[in-house]
């Protein structure tokens, strides 16, 4: 168990262009949730996944942004046409099928800065 | 709405004095209360969680927080900071025993003097 992975840890982008990050969950873990975080603020719930299918997305920001996660396993979070004030951390969690006590665990994030 | 409250934003504490950290929140159903620190460069490490049963609740590196429903509260301490707890540290509610869809407050940072 290596935790929950993020790839990148930072990435530099210019206004306008598309980005993609990447999440691998602990493996035996088929919930993973996307949440961002910007400066002096907790982290903000973007959306969630159950094994493939994504339950809930009506939080992303805009239409600009977009999950997936095909197989089940890894997700990747898209935003296209990137403006400044998608500078932030994107963080990844994953917990296990439900129960008693589950919990969500966080990768270390991806620092986007739009310039 | 749903929400939670940190009202200090930042706290400095001497090492080995006790800390307490509030929260409030406000929620429509039961509520899934969680504790989260964050270290510089780190990911977010789960200190605690209340679900239900005892308002007392244990967590890791010797912290402990109460719920207590009349106040609408859930606050963190620890007996005996030590230096390296300083960090940022943030309540979560949630709406089921996953996190499904946390909602953070905005932190509290904590600095531990010498």
């Known amino acids: 168990d290596t935790g929950v992975s993020q790839d990148p840890r930072h990435k530099i982008t210019k206004r306008g262009q598309n980005v993609t990050f990447r999440c691998d969950p602990i493996?035996?873990?088929?919930?993973l949730y996307w949440y961002r975080q910007t400066l002096g603020q907790g982290p903000e719930f973007l959306t969630y996944?159950?094994?493939?299918?994504?339950?809930?997305k009506s939080r992303l920001l805009s239409d600009r942004f977009s999950a997936e996660r095909p197989k089940g396993s890894f997700s990747t979070l898209e935003i296209q046409r990137t403006e400044q004030g998608d500078s932030a951390m994107y963080l990844c969690?994953?917990?296990?099928?439900?129960?008693?006590?589950?919990?969500?665990?966080f990768g270390q994030g991806t620092r986007l800065t739009v310039v | 709405a749903q929400s939670v409250t940190q009202p200090d934003i930042h706290i400095t504490v001497s090492e080995g004095a006790s800390l307490e950290l509030r929260c409030n929140y406000s929620?429509?159903?039961?509520?899934?209360l969680f504790w989260y620190v964050q270290s510089p460069g780190q990911g977010l490490q789960l200190l605690l969680k209340?679900?239900?049963?005892?308002?007392l609740v244990q967590g890791i590196k010797g912290f402990e927080a109460e719920f207590k429903r009349s106040q609408s509260s859930f606050n963190l301490r620890k007996p005996s900071v030590h230096w390296s707890d300083a960090a940022e540290y943030f309540c979560?509610?949630?709406?089921?025993?996953?996190?499904?869809?946390?909602?953070f407050g905005k932190g509290t940072t904590l600095s531990v003097s010498s």
């Open positions: 969690a994953s917990s296990p099928p439900l129960g008693a006590w589950t919990e969500a665990f």
């Open positions: 979560a509610v949630g709406a089921d025993q996953a996190g499904t869809a946390l909602i």
């Open positions: 996944f159950q094994n493939e299918a994504q339950l809930e």
């Open positions: 493996s035996e873990h088929n919930r």
């Open positions: 929620y429509g159903a039961t509520p899934y």
């Open positions: 209340y679900f239900s049963g005892d308002t």
